[in-house]
């Protein structure tokens, strides 16, 4: 079983920071991608960045230029620092690793940026 547990969010002016982390436990092969999720009030769940095992990384449009994604493979961690934050951003992110075709989710945490 793997357990995946989100850090870091809260509320945040326009135009601010935030780096929210998830720790990964449990059994944690190699070979994973890890990405980050978020959902807004009424909308669908949208993948914001993903990492591969290689280190590749994308985006959502949306987020490139002011959002990055990294891995510690060491400590089966991934952050997401979000820069240039917009209100539009605002949504729970969840947490999502993949590996042998299973995937698992956090429990999300609250970014909420003010105008």
Do not use: H
């Not at 960045?49 to 510690?72: E, H, M």
């Amino acid at each position: 079983q793997v357990q995946l547990v989100e850090s870091g969010g809260g509320l945040v002016q326009a135009g601010g920071s935030l780096r929210v982390s998830c720790a990964a436990s449990g059994r944690i092969v190699r070979l994973n991608d890890m990405a980050w999720y978020r959902q807004a009030p009424g909308k669908q769940r949208e993948l914001v960045a993903v990492v591969l095992s290689g280190g590749r990384t994308n985006y959502a449009d949306a987020v490139k230029g002011r959002f990055t994604i990294s891995r510690d493979n060491a400590k089966s961690t991934v952050f997401l620092q979000m820069n240039t934050l917009k209100p539009e951003d605002t949504a729970v992110y969840y947490c999502n690793l993949r590996q042998e075709s299973l995937n698992y989710w956090g429990q999300g945490t609250q970014v909420t940026v003010s105008p």
